[in-house]
């Protein structure tokens, strides 16, 4: 009697592993499903930025830009390809760049949303003037970039 098979040692044991699996896979399923809620949910988010009537642009503390939508190529007349990684600087007319560095600054500091009136450029050089929304973007409470609409 060497082997005991089926004893009660084997069999908890092999009862605990298997209910242990059983629970991991579920918690893997359920981390699955709101891990799709959440792309689902981002997704949502950015067909209505991509897709507002309004120019949204998002750029770092430097000016630098992250995002820009299709109402923005159409009110400056560059591609989104053309503006990604560019300084905003490319669009704020140069009487009106220091005020906008102050505007920056002032959501660096914790100002929240606020509007302003300011004279930009489009792609032609010409001037448009627009209202703007200045909005702090904020990850993990974290202030990380600021948006724009306009």
């Known amino acids: 009697m060497k082997k005991e098979v089926g004893s009660k040692r084997t069999s908890s044991k092999g009862i605990k592993n298997h209910k242990l699996n059983a629970k991991a896979t579920t918690n893997k399923k359920k981390a699955a499903i709101h891990l799709k809620k959440i792309e689902d949910r981002l997704s949502y988010y950015k ?19 992250k995002a820009w939508n299709k109402s923005a ?32 600054q002032s959501i660096k500091k914790g100002k929240p949303t606020f509007r302003v009136r300011q004279t930009r450029l489009t792609k032609d050089k010409k001037e448009v003037f627009v209202n703007i929304t200045y909005s702090p973007i904020y990850e993990k409470e974290e202030l990380i970039e600021i948006g724009t609409t306009e």
Do not use: C, H, W
């Not at 067909?47 to 830009?65: L, P, Y």
């Not at 503006?83 to 906008?100: C, D, H, Q, S, V």
């Open 47 to 65: 067909q209505v930025v991509m897709n507002s009537s309004d120019a949204v642009i998002i750029q770092n503390f430097n000016g630098i830009i």
């Open 73 to 104: 190529e159409k009110i400056y007349g560059f591609k989104e390809k053309e503006m990604l990684g560019k300084n905003i600087t490319k669009i704020i007319a140069p009487k009106e760049r220091a005020r906008a560095r102050k505007n920056i």
